[in-house]
Nanobody, 115 residues
Framework: QVQLVESGGGLVQPGGSLRLSCLAS????????MHWVRQAPGKEEEWIAY????????AVSRLVKGRFTVSRDNALNTLYLQMNDLKPEDTAVYHC????????RGPGTQVTVSS
């Protein structure tokens, strides 16, 4: 069955960096668009980025553009989110999501940005 497992979250100071990973299994990873979304307490879920499986075309939300980069390694069935210059408002649980923003998702990884 489809399984997505995020990792790489943690506590970081403002201005710091983290790289999130999402390991996928149970489907042909390279065939599918993958998304990153985030959910902060008391806020609506926010779409962060997507990347296509075949041509690598991608898009990043203007909320994080210039600070976050999405990438993938199809040989490793892994999706990445490089997050630089982190801000307190980036604090959230980050999920990778298959195909669309309402698709199958992993349990998420907590990112906390605080001094």
């Amino acid at each position: 069955q489809v399984q997505l497992v995020e990792s790489g979250g943690g506590l970081v100071q403002p201005g710091g960096s983290l790289r999130l990973s999402c390991l996928a299994s149970g489907f042909t990873f390279s065939y599918h668009r993958m998304h990153w979304v985030r959910q902060a307490p008391g806020k609506e879920e926010e779409w962060i980025a997507y990347i296509n499986g075949d041509d690598g075309d991608f898009a990043v939300s203007r909320l994080v553009k210039g600070r976050f980069t999405v990438s993938r390694d199809n040989a490793l069935n892994t999706l990445y989110l490089q997050m630089n210059d982190l801000k307190p408002e980036d604090t959230a649980v980050y999920h990778c999501v298959k195909d669309s923003t309402i698709g199958i998702r992993g349990p998420g990884t907590q990112v906390t940005v605080s001094s």
